[in-house]
Nanobody, 124 residues
Framework: QVQLVESGGGLVQAGGSLRLSCAVSGSISSINCMAWYRQAPGKERELVAASSRGGTTYYVDSVKGRFTISRDNAENMLFLQMNSLKPEDTAMYYC??????????????????WGQGTQVIVSS
């Protein structure tokens, strides 16, 4: 089993920055791709960014140039640096981990472990 615990969410004004963290514990060696998802009220859960064990990254178009995903394999941490935040970035943000062998996993159902989420609210 793998446990994921997110932190770092909060309330920020538009244009501001937040850094989300995800602490990973348990059977870490089984994990390959890790990702950040978000879900706004009334909307489906959306893949925001993903990172392979080797550092390959993926971003949804709406956050390219503003968000940066990073991974510290030694410390078992996943981060999401969010800059130039917009009101439309308001959502619950979730850390996810996959045991699939693919470098980058974009299929939500292929993520095996999920954190409880951390709320991000961007005011206009």
């Amino acid at each position: 089993q793998v446990q994921l615990v997110e932190s770092g969410g909060g309330l920020v004004q538009a244009g501001g920055s937040l850094r989300l963290s995800c602490a990973v514990s348990g059977s870490i060696s089984s994990i390959n791709c890790m990702a950040w998802y978000r879900q706004a009220p009334g909307k489906e859960r959306e893949l925001v960014a993903a990172s392979s064990r080797g550092g390959t990254t993926y971003y949804v178009d709406s956050v390219k140039g503003r968000f940066t995903i990073s991974r510290d394999n030694a410390e078992n941490m996943l981060f999401l640096q969010m800059n130039s935040l917009k009101p439309e970035d308001t959502a619950m943000y979730y850390c996810a981990a996959s045991r699939r062998p693919q470098t980058i996993v974009v299929v939500t159902a292929w993520y095996d472990y999920w954190g409880q989420g951390t709320q991000v609210i961007v005011s206009s």
